[in-house]
């Protein structure tokens, strides 16, 4: 059984719909959450950062922690097809530096 | 601008040959990584380096050899014992003791067999 579980996808959505982007994790050592988007052949950029239960917003994406669920959200409000891309959940255990990574959604925004 | 670069973008290997994937930062970072991506199996860490000459494997190793003589510079060597090399294979770097940066990733080396 994998660490993290991730929703493979593909997923689409009209522009300016809400997207919710999911995984589910086993190991109650990860405490660092990130949320990275990869565009097609290209390098994952680190979208979101949270460490705490909770939100964290910034603009148009939301990033959700329920760590006594282990489950992490990401959500894309007012989607648009720039957003369209790879999205994968990444975390870390304590004070380790080595992120494991889900398996990445990938995600269409319809014009 | 800082950044990590990748090379080549595209590479081809014959069977039984050892290829090297280039990766170098101008960051200033001390740690870094090197991840294999395949279709549908996310990222899995190869290796990983915190300081000059010193490395360590993480969940995916046999088949690869690294060397880190320089901070700014983490080759990967895939060697002909990899039975199934062809994949994306991508490079990052962070901070260590900045664990809420995350990684910077470089744009990736796509290795097939032929």
């Known amino acids: 059984q994998k660490e993290v579980e991730q929703d493979p996808g593909p997923l689409s959505v009209p522009e300016g719909a809400i997207v919710s982007l999911n995984c589910t994790y086993s190991n109650s050592a990860f405490q660092y959450f990130m949320w990275y988007r990869q565009y097609s052949r290209k390098g994952p950029e680190l979208l979101m950062y949270?460490?705490?239960?909770g939100n964290k917003e910034d603009g148009r994406f939301t990033a959700q922690v329920d760590k006594s669920s282990k489950y992490i959200s990401l959500f894309i409000r007012d989607s648009q097809p720039s957003d369209s891309a790879t999205y994968l959940c990444?975390?870390?255990?304590?004070?380790?530096?080595?992120?494991?990574f889900g398996s990445g959604t990938q995600l269409t925004v319809l014009p | 601008d800082g950044g990590i670069t990748q090379s080549p973008k595209y590479l081809f290997r014959k069977e039984g040959q050892n290829v090297t994937l280039s990766c170098e930062q101008n960051?200033?970072?001390?740690?870094m990584y090197w991840y294999r991506q395949d279709p549908g199996q996310g990222l899995r860490l190869i290796y990983y380096?915190?300081?000059?000459?010193?490395?360590q494997k993480g969940d995916i190793a046999e088949g690869y050899s690294v060397s880190r003589e320089k901070k700014e510079s983490f080759p990967l060597t895939v060697t002909s014992a990899q039975k199934n090399p062809t994949a994306f294979y991508l490079c990052?770097?962070?901070?260590?003791?900045?664990?809420?940066?995350?990684?910077?990733f470089g744009s990736g080396t796509r290795l097939t067999v032929v």
């Open positions: 949270t460490y705490s239960s």
């Open positions: 380096s915190q300081i000059v000459n010193d490395f």
């Open positions: 990444a975390m870390r255990k304590g004070s380790a530096r080595q992120l494991t």
């Open positions: 990052a770097s962070s901070l260590w003791d900045r664990g809420r940066d995350g990684y910077t």
């Open positions: 960051l200033n970072h001390d740690a």
